[in-house]
């Protein structure tokens, strides 16, 4: 069975809705030293995992930017996107997951490929944390507090217990924190 990676961008406070200018991804804000990071424990990730409104924002942007690793990256990788609204994903190498979310993502974990990662989609997040589908979670801190916006996980949902596999600060404040979720 395929791993599913949940990775995101999040705010000391647990905020990951990005409302406020604390998420900067140029070589100002960090970007470059974490970045090959994240490149670097996504290595086996050859699927990427979106809601529709995280999917949007991506496509209106890393199309035009395939110079640049992550926009290379994306352009290459084989996408999905669970909506019920959309019908033509028009972004190269995606499809359209228009079923029950927590089904459709389970479907594709047990597909043949490598790892799957999500990131941004809150409530997809939400979804996938709650039905218990999450094999990592991939924490990128930024040493900010946002006081609003959606959280990591929706109300009422928990682990026991997490396993650290990685905890890494760089010089920008941003920390990089892996989990293996039992």
Avoid at 3 to 18: F, K, M, P, S, Y
Avoid at 115 to 126: K, M, R, V
Avoid at 143 to 165: C, H, I, M, N, Y
Wanted: aromatic residues 8%; glycine residues 8%; charged residues 25%.
């Amino acid at each position: 069975m395929r791993r599913l990676l949940v990775t995101e961008n999040i705010t000391a406070d647990g905020r990951i809705e990005i409302i406020d200018e604390w998420f900067a991804p140029t070589p100002e804000g960090g970007i470059v030293e974490w970045l090959s990071a994240t490149e670097r424990v996504g290595a086996a990730s050859d699927t990427v995992l979106l809601g529709r409104q995280t999917f949007e924002d991506f496509r209106g942007y890393w199309p035009q930017h395939t110079d640049e690793p992550a926009g290379a990256y994306l352009d290459q990788v084989r996408k999905y996107v669970v909506s019920s609204t959309m019908t033509d994903p028009r972004w190269r190498n995606s499809t359209v997951l228009s079923g029950d979310p927590v089904e459709e993502v389970r479907r594709l974990k047990e597909s043949d490929g490598g790892d799957i990662t999500l990131c941004g989609s809150p409530t997809l997040a939400h979804a996938v944390l709650a039905a218990g589908l999450v094999d990592e979670i991939r924490l990128l801190v930024f040493p900010a507090v946002q006081g609003r916006g959606k959280s990591l996980v929706a109300d009422g949902t928990s682990f026991d217990r997490l396993e650290v596999l990685e905890s890494r600060v760089f010089p920008s404040g941003v920390t990089l924190l892996r989990y293996a979720v039992s």
